[in-house]
């Protein structure tokens, strides 16, 4: 049975989407969490692996417009005209995503516990066994307080994360936000939420120039730092981001 990882074999060397276990990315705003968890589900979902995508943020079809952008290397969203006509191409494109074992799933708020159970039945209407769940973004899925950072109850999010990992034994990849008071304030494991790197097995953090503090990000050179485990000397990965076509190099498909 194929087995989930990464489309980065230098992340790969770093964690290991084992069957169970829960995986955090964070970032500051706008850095690209969602298209790095996107290429996770795609890389994926085109080796077999029968994968759930759960956004609180874009719809079915916005997530398979990125998909296809990302596939191909085609900017769909902006109607980029492809060899052979627009029309033609993008009803091909979707239908191959489609026939992936890939369910984008969009919801509003709730919880994991209950997003996750409409994307399994979704899934088994379709005949697929669930193998990999990508969960983003962790705020929007779990209950506003009033007290503690965020006003979000992450404890009862993550354990319920958790929950799903071991019951299904699933590997679970969730994204959340990391938070710095000030722009030149390195980010570290002290910015991610408390709850957040006691409850994940493995916390990623991914960090673009001048993401959060500008108008937007002032390079699309990338890194991902692993923060749990920890090791010394810290792990760092770095990577090359494409916006306008999803990807995060080295994301090798292009059909």
């Given amino acids: 049975m194929t087995r989930p990882d990464t489309p980065w074999p230098a992340v790969n060397e770093m964690i290991e989407l084992r069957p169970g276990t829960v995986t955090t990315i964070a970032s500051l705003p706008t850095a690209g969490r969602s298209t790095l968890t996107l290429n996770m589900a795609l890389h994926n979902a085109l080796k077999g692996v029968n994968t759930l995508y759960t956004s609180s943020e874009l719809t079915g079809d916005s997530l398979t417009e990125k998909a296809v952008t990302a596939m191909y290397g085609i900017d769909l969203r902006h109607r980029e005209a492809p060899l052979g006509g627009w029309e033609a191409f993008s009803d091909r494109a979707k239908a191959e995503v489609e026939k992936l074992p890939l369910l ?130 810290t792990e760092v990965v770095s990577l090359r981001f494409n916006p306008r076509l999803c990807r995060f190099a080295a994301f090798g498909i292009n059909v």
Wanted: charged residues 25%.
């Fill in 104 to 233: 984008f799933q969009s919801v509003s708020e709730t919880t994991p516990e209950k997003a996750f159970r409409k994307g399994s039945v979704e899934s088994q209407r379709r005949g697929m066994k669930l193998s990999l769940w990508l969960l983003d973004t962790l705020v929007h899925f779990s209950e506003l307080t009033h007290t503690g950072r965020d006003y979000a109850d992450y404890a009862t999010a993550m354990a319920q994360a958790r929950g799903i990992a071991h019951e299904h034994q699933i590997p679970v990849v969730i994204t959340a936000k990391a938070l710095n008071e000030e722009e030149d304030e390195p980010l570290t494991a002290e910015h991610v939420h408390p709850d957040v790197m006691k409850l994940s097995d493995q916390v990623l953090l991914l960090h673009r120039e001048g993401v959060y503090w500008t108008s937007g990000p002032t390079s699309n050179d990338a890194t991902i730092t692993r923060l749990k485990p920890a090791t010394d000397p």
